[in-house]
Structures are given as C-alpha cells and as structure tokens.
C-alpha cells in the first residue's frame, strides 16, 4: 500500500469524463505543488523530508498516469458508441 489513498481503476471507471478531467487536473496540481514543498525543504536543510515529498510527489505520478488511461479509455468507449450510433442511424 502506498502513501496515499488512491482509487482503484474499478472505482475510477465509476467517473464520467467531465470528472476524470477535473481529477487529472487536480493531481497535476498538486504534483506541481508537493515538487515546490520538496524544493524548500531542501532550502531549509530538511533533506530526510525532501525525499518524503519525493515519494509522494512520484505516487502522484503513478496516479495520474493511471487515471488518464481511465479517461483515454473512456474517450474511446464514448467515441465507439457515437459511431456505432451514427451507422445504425444512417
């Protein structure tokens, strides 16, 4: 188990698009966020905290990859079905 909660790829298809590009969006956020805390601790000579940010900071990675293969995945659902419908409507 890692450091932080994370949703499982079952529980990320729950989500719509519109929610998973808000979820992308603020993970991406805070990845930024956690590499400028990891920045000043190494400012402030707290190296041993630093590298805790770290590991976060690269969870949040792992994360974000995994809900843009979720999104990816969705998009191409979404993109099949609207297809599939303009045939069967033509």
Same mark, same amino acid.
């Given at each position: 188990? %890692?450091?932080?909660?994370?949703?499982?790829?079952?529980?990320?298809?729950?989500?719509?698009?519109?929610?998973?590009?808000?979820?992308?969006?603020?993970?991406?956020?805070?990845?930024?966020?956690?590499? !400028?805390?990891?920045?000043?601790?190494?400012?402030? %000579?707290?190296?041993?905290?630093?590298?805790?940010?770290?590991?976060?900071?690269?969870?949040?990675? %792992?994360?974000?990859?995994?809900?843009? %293969?979720?999104? &990816?995945? #969705?998009?191409?659902?979404? !993109? #099949?079905?609207?297809?599939?419908? &303009?045939?069967?409507?033509?």
């Amino acid at each position: 188990m %890692g450091i932080l909660p994370i949703l499982s790829l079952e529980e990320l298809h729950d989500f719509d698009t519109f929610e998973l590009s808000e979820m992308i969006k603020s993970i991406d956020y805070a990845i930024r966020y956690t590499k !400028e805390c990891s920045f000043t601790f190494l400012c402030f %000579g707290k190296e041993e905290t630093s590298e805790k940010v770290k590991a976060i900071t690269n969870e949040l990675k %792992g994360y974000l990859e995994r809900v843009k %293969g979720v999104y &990816r995945a #969705k998009i191409i659902e979404e !993109e #099949k079905t609207a297809s599939l419908l &303009r045939d069967v409507n033509a």
